[in-house]
């Protein structure tokens, strides 16, 4: 927090060009001096120096890139428009000629949202929204110059809004000690007290006697100073160096944390993040984990894995063994052997190349990047360009089935089917294109290349026909008709065999049956391709079909005929020029979903090719580069769960909604379809079988989208956009008009299709959560996907067990919510008494429950039965849950239940989880870095939790819990001894030991010992607690420092300053000895004793702990020998001349000393002795298991020989010595 300040402080000392309208010029002044109106000029790689309002870039398309990284840590650029007003278009901006007027909504810290209008004079009004507004300390890059207005400034600007710093975290240790150091000073004060009565009192006895300094003070008086002298003598009871010395403990264990090997991410260089540094020990007390699944349990790494459109789907089976066959090299690159063997012979895969009837790819091309592809492909400006394009995202490869009916739009010939079974629908044909186009322009990409900036890439249009017009018009024409496939002479699609494609060979016309011409595939069959072909509309609308076709066949012809061979010469040179480039397309997406179905278009050559404000360059298969008019854009939010964009048809003109999003949304706006009654039982057949593969494709564990179109009236479109454009402009309530209106336009869509998309696993996480959950940590699951997703994930991490019980909690109102929760309490209570009843364990149980589901149990008339339920679970799922959700979940259990609780996830959405969680753990993935930015902790695989809650929180807490434990014996021990002195002194506070040798004995003499017990102690070597992680929750270990463990370290102290005390003084009752003479054999006991407690206390004593030990005791002995030997008038009266040289020349020094420490100390150690030999450490035990292990498999192998071992028969341990049975116990 006071570093972030420093920061912004440091640059209110930057220069930027303001504009100064006395002087009409950008002068240069410093950020303090900026104030809201000011006109601002930047240039590219500048940082921002307020939040600006842009007006003026000098892109001609209005268009400015930033980098956020200072806000969000995101290196990816984000794209900002010039405000749509058109009295600021033009190449030139003039402050002087800007005379509008700016309102806008009150600063606040929403980093996404931007309310406001802008009223040009003539009182029209033109909405404000974010991606007008540049952040202050952003960077402008590739962009020349960008203008803008001051409409924040200072204090006001949203990124100082945010700098109020994270939840401050305590951990549970802290509250322990907090506790504890106020028993300390009851302690104190008690002993305090103790001394002023005492001294009062012998003060009264002692009234009159001769060695009364002031007669004149009372006993009540001289009690009062003695107990202010007392506070002074006695402060080290109060362990306020303990705090210190804590800080500098976690600091060690974190470089330890951070310096582990084990969590370096080679591929993305990176290691464990400490961004927390005071809630390292609650890594070892965790009792509820709460993940995200996506990007934290799978990978994020989207990839295109199958899809169906029209009600038919295309399994993509090649693109199955890609994948398989891509895992495979990656496992073997990263030292794991693996062998797979092909769905349809015994062979390995990993020798021979896939093939098909249709289709080649050689394994080769498949292989992972090499370090050199993979610093080409990142020699972009930015170091983010091309986010979210693996190659095994990239490299998709096409359905045969669905490239043989997309090969239908590039085919040199068309003609009329001869029967209604023996052609392909135009309707569907109509569904597939609009569905490729969906993926390609229904996003926010960004397009690239490597040698040109991203926002450069808009080739211009060419399309392959004679002209556009006439490409409108055949498809005009054919919208509502049906053509087939013929054989294709030629065709320049999918021509090229290079990586992620197939040379495709058509087969001639006459050998391709038409059942699977129509809706069927090779895995179902459409019942109804009859109905789908309109056979009742095509005998009184044959004629104009066919004239349709002609007039294709005849544009193809002019085009094919023109100046003969050179121009079909040309048109080849053309077409591979084209190909070229796109392989040469980078596209920069926001989330790797949408980079997955770009790719997928592309790989049916349904190309986005490039992208400006007002439009988009589409390439389609057969018809060219298409210039796709860009109206209006949708974006996605967690509330509406769909994106939408709004263009104009390249070939139509008419105005189509494409939408993408979540198949429990998209289901329900797709849901009614206008028309006969013939077109209704179609559309609803096509929901039917998409409903059907969807629930299949979750089943597989994949991520599902459904993809939607809708035609709008222009009359309608004008209605929807001025509805638009008014909540674009209104301040207030501006989020529910602008949702209103997207729900005006997002209903009756037209469902096309969806999408599956594989996510895998990380590696490891199966035996990550089986880990976790046998240290006693519950695992919960709080995701957005759909119930089925989660169920499948849950399988395969090892979450859900075979033996387990799902209850799935999927109600449509709060009463059948509160009924449910019942009737599951109910039955979950019947089987815990009938386990008791029985004496055996059964099975667990895991709850289900959607998003919809969970937001009536997080009400306060639920709360109670969903908490009580959700305890008595083993784990539970929260599916389709919201941002919020999971915040409300994590905060349920965290307050409700009083555990220790971790969140852990890798977006944006998860940010409130973490934050809210005792311990929030962010993996750098594939979605920013935001949730990295808000986390405790920052890893890079999942895998990771594992050994940093295992080993390293289990050592930090245990390190930490017994070096407070030992600190506060040490201070209370210690300062016993001069309160035990007061009995012996009338209270008056005189202390027995020199005031230098009080002050170093803390400060000096003990004061390393303890940091390197709290930093290099080691209860359990890290195998052995990755070896049984029921360790971590093991009641001795968890409960190290408790309120019981305390009581007995302050009564241990209690008993061993008597000892040191008392020993010495008993051993010299009756001699001639001063006072410091008295106090040396005691205070050097003390600092025996202390030495050795720790040594008796340790687990692990390395050379490390050895020399501190002794350099402790060197340094003491060797100070108090010179300082007695050299010092003759210093501390008086205290003065230690000649003392400790005297009495520690005399042999009855050392054995006071030896007496003391071994009286002191025997029954500590007698207590360690007796607890290792009733609780024997880990190690052994483990050690012990693996032995009773052996001994077993050793007995059953000879009992195995006693009866398979005949005369000609070696036994079955004859090739393990170690296993062989002795001669006495086998009898022939």
């Not at 974006?635 to 769960?641: E, G």
């Not at 009286?1159 to 009773?1188: C, G, I, K, V, Y």
Request: hydrophobic fraction near 40%; proline fraction near 3%; aromatic fraction near 8%.
């Amino acid at each position: 927090m006071r570093a972030f300040i420093f920061h912004f402080n440091f640059l209110n000392l930057f220069f930027s060009l303001f504009y100064h309208s006395k002087q009409k010029s950008y002068i240069d002044r410093c950020w303090s001096e900026v104030r809201v109106g000011d006109f601002v000029r930047l240039s590219c790689n500048e940082i921002i120096p307020a939040d600006l309002l842009l007006l003026y870039s000098s892109d001609p398309r209005g268009v400015c890139y930033i980098e956020t990284a200072n806000l969000d840590g995101e290196t990816n650029l984000k794209q900002r428009q010039v405000v749509s007003d058109s009295s600021l278009e033009g190449s030139d901006f003039t402050p002087e000629s800007f005379h509008s007027r700016i309102e806008c909504e009150n600063p606040n810290n929403d980093l996404n949202r931007f309310k406001g209008y802008i009223e040009q004079s003539s009182e029209a009004r033109v909405g404000l929204h974010s991606s007008n507004l540049l952040l202050r300390s952003c960077t402008i890059r590739n962009t020349e110059t960008v203008v803008g207005i001051v409409v924040y400034a200072g204090h006001e600007t949203k990124a100082m809004m945010n700098n109020s710093g994270p939840r401050y975290k305590r951990s549970q240790l802290e509250k322990r000690l907090n506790t504890d150091v106020l028993w300390c000073v009851a302690l104190l004060i008690v002993m305090c007290l103790t001394a002023a009565v005492g001294h009062g009192l012998w003060m009264k006895n002692f009234r009159h006697s001769v060695f009364q300094v002031d007669g004149e003070i009372s006993p009540a008086l001289a009690g009062f100073y003695v107990f202010w002298t007392m506070i002074i003598v006695l402060q080290v009871l109060i362990p306020i160096s303990l705090y210190v010395s804590i800080e500098i403990v976690k600091l060690g264990q974190i470089y330890f944390i951070h310096n582990d090997l084990d969590f370096y991410n080679e591929q993305l260089d990176s290691r464990i993040q400490c961004r927390a540094l005071n809630i390292t020990e609650d890594l070892g007390q965790i009792q509820y984990l709460f993940s995200d699944k996506t990007g934290t349990l799978t990978e994020n790494k989207m990839v295109f894995r199958r899809c169906s459109i029209f009600g038919v789907e295309y399994p993509h089976v090649d693109n199955a063994r890609r994948l398989e066959v891509y895992e495979a090299e990656q496992n073997e690159a990263a030292g794991h052997t693996v062998t797979l063997k092909s769905a349809c012979s015994g062979k390995s895969l990993s020798c021979r190349s896939l093939s098909c009837n249709r289709s080649s790819l050689s394994l080769h091309t498949l292989t992972a990047e090499s370090p050199e592809e993979e610093d080409q492909l990142s020699n972009h400006a930015a170091a983010r360009t091309g986010a979210f394009c693996s190659r095994m995202a990239k490299d998709v490869l096409p359905d045969p089935e669905l490239v043989r009916k997309l090969n239908s739009l590039c085919s040199s010939t068309l003609r009329l089917r001869d029967s209604s079974t023996e052609s392909l629908s135009s309707l569907e044909l109509t569904y597939i294109t609009d569905f490729f186009l969906a993926l390609a322009i229904c996003n926010s990409v960004v397009v690239s290349s490597p040698s040109q900036p991203r926002h450069v890439v808009v080739p211009e249009a060419q399309t392959p026909l004679k002209s556009l017009e006439e490409i409108k018009l055949m498809f005009q024409r054919l919208n509502f008709y049906s053509f087939s496939t013929p054989q294709i002479k030629g065709s320049k699609l999918f021509n090229r065999g290079k990586t992620g494609s197939f040379n495709f060979n058509t087969p001639p016309s006459n050998s391709i049956d038409g059942s699977n011409l129509a809706l069927d595939t090779s895995q179902e069959t459409y019942t109804l391709k009859s109905k789908v072909d309109f056979p009742d509309r095509w005998d009184g609308e044959d004629s104009a079909a066919r004239r349709s076709l002609e007039d294709l066949e005849n544009l193809r012809d002019l085009k094919e005929d023109g100046d003969g061979a050179k121009q079909n010469v040309d048109l080849d040179r053309d077409v591979q020029s084209d190909e070229d480039s796109d392989d040469e397309l980078l596209y920069e997406a926001e989330s790797p979903d949408e980079a997955a179905l770009v790719h997928a278009a592309r790989a049916y050559h349904c190309t986005l090719k490039g992208r400006s404000a007002e439009s988009l360059l589409v390439e389609l298969p057969g018809l060219g580069s298409l210039v796709v008019q860009l109206l209006h854009i949708l974006p996605f939010d967690s509330n509406r769960k769909r994106m939408s964009v709004v263009v104009r048809h390249p070939l139509t003109g008419q105005v189509v909604v494409y939408t993408k999003g979540a198949d429990s949304v998209i289901m329900d706006l797709a849901e009614k379809r206008r028309g006969s009654e013939q077109a209704q039982e179609i559309y609803k057949h096509i929901r039917q079988q998409t409903q059907k593969h969807l629930d299949m494709y979750a089943r597989e564990g994949l991520r599902t989208l459904c993809i939607a179109t809708k035609v709008l009236e222009e009359d309608e479109y004008e209605v929807w956009l001025k509805r638009q454009l008014l909540a674009e402009s209104s301040i207030e309530n501006q989020e529910e008009l602008m949702l209103d209106s997207a729900e005006r336009l997002e209903n009756d869509l037209t469902l096309l299709g969806c999408t599956g998309i594989v996510d895998r696993l990380q590696e490891d996480v199966p035996e990550t959560i089986e880990a976790l959950q046998e240290a006693g940590i519950k695992v919960w699951v709080l995701t957005g996907d759909k119930q089925e997703t989660a169920v499948n994930i849950a399988n395969a991490c090892k979450l859900l067990r075979s033996n387990d019980r799902l209850l799935t909690a999927n109600c449509g109102s709060k009463d059948a919510c509160a009924a449910l929760l019942e009737e599951l309490l109910i039955e979950v209570r019947r089987e815990e008494d009938g386990e008791e009843s029985s004496f055996h364990s059964t099975s667990s149980f895991i709850l289900v429950i959607d998003g919809r589901t969970l937001e009536w149990a997080l009400q306060d008339e639920l709360k109670a039965s969903f908490l009580e339920l959700s305890c008595k679970c083993k784990a539970v799922i929260c599916c389709r849950s919201t941002p919020l959700q999971k915040s409300k979940v994590v905060q349920l259990i965290r307050d409700k239940i009083g555990v220790m609780t971790l969140a852990v996830g890798d977006g944006a959405n998860d940010v409130s989880m973490i934050q809210v969680a005792d311990v929030g753990i962010g993996i750098s993935g594939q979605e920013g870095m935001q949730a990295v930015m808000s986390s405790d902790f920052a890893i890079s695989r999942f895998k990771h939790l594992k050994k940093l809650l295992l080993v390293h929180g289990h050592w930090c807490y245990h390190r930490l819990a017994n070096m407070i434990l030992y600190f506060i014996y040490k201070n209370v021990m210690y300062v016993n001894l001069l309160f035990w002195y007061q009995f012996f002194c009338g209270f008056s506070g005189s202390v027995m030991i020199n005031s230098w040798v009080l002050i170093l004995f803390n400060l000096v003499f003990t004061s390393v010992p303890p940091l390197i017990y709290g930093i290099l102690d080691r209860d359990t070597p890290a195998d052995t607690l990755m070896k049984l992680p029921e360790l971590y929750g093991a009641e001795g270990t968890t409960k190290i420092y408790i309120p019981a463990t305390f009581w007995i370290t302050i009564l241990d102290a209690f008993y061993q300053s008597v000892v040191c005390f008392f020993v010495p003084y008993f051993a010299l009752a009756g001699s001639e000895v001063g006072t410091l003479s008295f106090g040396s054999p005691v205070n050097t006991s003390a600092l025996l004793i202390i030495l050795l407690h720790q040594v008796i206390e340790s687990n692990t004593l390395t050379w490390i702990h050895m020399l501190v030990l002794l350099l402790s005791a060197v340094l003491y002995f060797v100070f108090v020998l010179l300082y007695s030997a050299f010092c003759v008038v210093c501390s008086h009266p205290t003065n230690l001349f000649r003392v400790e040289t005297v009495q520690m020349s005399q042999p009855l020094f050392y054995i006071i000393c030896a007496l003391t420490t071994f009286t002191a100390l025997l029954p500590r150690m007698l207590f360690r002795a007796l607890f290792n030999s009733l609780h024997s450490s880990a190690a052994l035990r483990a050690a012990q298991r693996d032995e009773e292990a052996a001994q077993r498999y050793r007995r059953r192998m000879q009992r195995w020989n006693l009866k398979h071992t005949g005369p000609s028969n070696l036994p079955a341990c004859a090739d393990n010595p170690g296993l062989e049975p002795s001669g006495d116990e086998v009898v022939s």
